[in-house]
């Protein structure tokens, strides 16, 4: 019997942004010692190659994860050790000696869906969730050069958040976060991929200027996969999330006050069936720490000089051999 994908979807969505409860972690758990198939789409879904499964043999990993992850251990993963502490999980509940189950080795076909580096092209808009394809759109923010001694990561210009909110924002609760986002059509790859697993890849550089000592910021990208007709006018993210058939979030750890040092944040997600949109989002979010207390805070916060530089997506398929090439599309 083929394991329910939208189900094991929604169990590695809620492993990789900490909030799997005890019962969703004991399914997954059970779900990967016995079937082949849901371990196969969890390397997947973390974008690790099936070569793994040679270090698991005296792999130091193996006792790397406690056998039932409290939602802050989970927190943990996030950012740079994402990849490692996935794969310790899966190579803690098994032996050396058994069988991952690949039905043989499959070619791997990769295409870029965006490369940003705000060099040309309008614009972000202030409006919220982008209702339309190919453009940015969030918080208030503007394009920038060189801004106070800090360069950007590559080329001459980046984006520059500017506050957690944009224009006509009504949600009653407080944002700390700011945001861009940017809808992309992935139609053209799923079909292309004829029932191949595409895995997707985001990724994006963050920076800030001289921060007060009492303000910790983290950079965030997040992969949300929508379904082929679903509409995102009047949408909010809250919205967004309610109705995406799947998301993944990676973190930059936290900035850091060098503003000659860039900092990385990646996340990747397997693709659900019935995907045919997915929403990709930068943000920068203050971290309250210590005593402090996020409620205390305005309604919307400013930004004093927090900076996002070279964001990119990708797509990875999967498949036997025999299936044509990727399409190309024309970059916007």
């Not at 992309?184 to 990724?203: F, H, Q």
């Not at 809250?238 to 058939?245: E, F, H, N, P």
């Not at 943000?283 to 004093?304: D, I, K, N």
Request: a negative charge; aromatic letters at 8%; hydrophobic letters at 35%.
């Amino acid at each position: 019997m083929k394991p329910d994908r939208r189900r094991l979807h929604h169990l590695f969505c809620a492993h990789g942004d900490g909030s799997i409860s005890p019962e969703e972690h004991a399914e997954l758990q059970d779900s990967l010692r016995n079937d082949a198939e849901a371990r196969r789409l969890w390397f997947l879904h973390q974008d690790v190659d099936a070569g793994l499964q040679e270090l698991a043999t005296n792999s130091p990993l193996a006792d790397a994860v406690a056998p039932s992850p409290h939602p802050e251990t989970a927190r943990r993963f996030a950012g740079s050790h994402l990849m490692t502490a996935a794969a310790a999980l899966v190579l803690g509940f098994f032996s050396a000696s058994f069988g991952f189950g690949f039905a043989g080795r499959s070619l791997d076909r990769t295409a870029t869906l965006l490369h940003e580096g705000f060099e040309s092209g309008p614009a972000p808009l202030a409006t919220g969730v982008p209702p339309t394809p190919d453009q940015w759109s969030g918080d208030y923010s503007e394009i920038v050069r060189q801004f106070d001694g800090l360069r950007p990561g590559e080329g001459l210009r980046m984006a520059r958040l500017l506050r957690s909110d944009y224009e006509g924002r009504i949600e009653p609760r407080p944002s700390r976060q700011g945001d861009l986002m940017r809808l992309i059509d992935v139609r053209p790859y799923l079909s292309e991929a004829k029932g191949a697993d595409v895995v997707m890849t985001l990724s994006a550089l963050f920076n800030a200027g001289p921060l007060p000592n009492s303000e910790h910021y983290n950079g965030m990208v997040t992969i949300y996969a929508l379904g082929a007709e679903t509409d995102l006018r009047g949408a909010t993210e809250d919205s967004v999330k309610k109705d995406a058939l799947a998301f993944s979030v990676g973190f930059s750890g936290e900035t850091d006050r060098d503003p000659e040092t860039w900092q990385t944040a990646s996340t990747r997600l397997l693709l659900p069936p019935g995907a045919g949109k997915v929403m990709v989002k930068v943000s920068f979010c203050r971290m309250p720490l210590g005593g402090q207390s996020a409620s205390s805070w305005p309604a919307a916060h400013a930004f004093t000089g927090h900076f996002v530089d070279e964001v990119r997506a990708s797509i990875r398929i999967r498949e036997s051999a025999g299936h044509a090439s990727l399409p190309s599309p024309s970059r916007p």
